[in-house]
């Protein structure tokens, strides 16, 4: 319903987009884009939950801390796994942006992303975060809307489109005609899976074990779907799980694309599975427009070419892509008549479709 005060107050408020996600939290303000990127980390005292960094820094800390500080991701697939430390991590992000602008801003209007396989209790949970952590209204919208949104993809249009967003802890498929979802998937199954492959795979062929950060970093610099036209090799260090010595080994680009192997797998099962339920009208226009990447995971080597052999369409990487989810929450607040229709949760309490 038109509330003429919420209105009043939009017009000098401090309007926020947030990709809430697994392994990084970006957040967008209204007509300044993307103003933070850190990690989903949280460092606390074990025996106060008290937190004690938060972002870049908590990140460091990783591996690194005394018995009594522990460094932790408080969300998981996509959702809270530690709520009152999700709080304190979205207080400190909405803390930061107030502290960056130069006019003092009433609390902020907040458009959160959320996976769209969450349950009620799981975005009541985000949006009660939100409001505990200063926001003056929360808005939920589904990932892979926000992701279509930041993409620049024509969903209001009749003719369809489709985005495939792979962040830390799922992959959101969708399908999108007439403004909304005609056809979606969610898979537990993106960056964060591919970390633990990469894992796994050093453990079980070097007896090597590394890290989360190491396995991140192999991913980034040498991981792919696709034959590459240069191969890459990378030295990694860990321990040794025989000796209990310290390692150093050369992995090479075809090895970690081996690795990887079940995890891409899954999520091009996961697109086939939509575009088996899409209406063949649909299929026509998305041979013609192509499927868009989306997410950290869109920036893997060779993801594109993968999937354009197996889906047999175009398909690309949206421009800045880690950052669609962030900058589509924030345009629903640049254009809200026109985009409000797509929010899944509106500020009140109101979580239901």
């Given at each position: 319903m038109f509330n003429p005060l919420n209105a009043f107050l939009g017009l000098f408020s401090l309007d926020?987009?947030?990709?809430?996600?697994?392994?990084?939290?970006?957040?967008?303000?209204r007509n300044k884009g993307i103003v933070i990127n850190e990690p989903s980390w949280v460092a606390i005292n074990k025996r106060t939950r008290e937190p004690l960094a938060v972002g870049a820094e908590a990140r460091e800390m990783v591996g690194r801390t005394p018995a009594h500080i522990v460094a932790i991701r408080p969300l998981r697939d996509g959702v809270i796994s530690e709520f009152e430390i999700t709080e304190a991590m979205l207080r400190y992000f909405i803390d930061k942006v107030h502290d960056q602008s130069i006019i003092p801003f009433p609390r902020p209007r907040v458009v959160i992303g959320i996976p769209s396989g969450v349950t009620e209790v799981e975005k009541r949970a985000v949006y009660d975060a939100a409001l505990s952590a200063g926001a003056r209204e929360v808005y939920l919208i589904e990932e892979p809307m926000a992701a279509a949104i930041g993409a620049g993809l024509p969903i209001a249009e009749s003719r369809g489109s489709m985005v495939v967003d792979i962040g830390g802890g799922t992959t959101e498929v969708a399908i999108f005609a007439m403004g909304g979802i005609v056809i979606s998937r969610s898979v537990r199954v993106a960056g964060d899976e591919m970390d633990d492959d990469i894992m796994a795979y050093t453990r079980g062929k070097y007896n090597l074990l590394i890290g989360e950060r190491m396995a991140e970093r192999i991913k980034k610099r040498i991981g792919s779907a696709h034959p590459l036209e240069e191969e890459l090799t990378l030295s990694v260090r860990g321990r040794n799980l025989i000796t209990g010595l310290p390692q150093e080994i050369d992995l090479s680009s075809i090895e970690i694309r081996e690795a990887l192997t079940s995890s891409v797998n899954i999520i091009i099962d996961t697109i086939k599975d939509a575009l088996d339920e899409t209406p063949p009208e649909l299929i026509a226009d998305l041979m013609e427009i192509g499927v868009a990447l989306a997410g950290g995971g869109a920036q893997l080597q060779g993801l594109a070419n993968r999937l354009a052999d197996e889906i047999k369409m175009h398909v690309w990487v949206a421009?800045?892509?880690?950052?669609?989810v962030a900058r589509g929450a924030a345009r629903i607040l640049e254009d809200y008549q026109s985009l409000h229709s797509v929010l899944v949760g509106l500020h009140r309490g109101s979580t239901h479709h």
């Open positions: 926020i987009g947030i990709d809430l996600g697994t392994a990084n939290t970006l957040v967008a303000v421009e800045d892509s880690l950052t669609c």
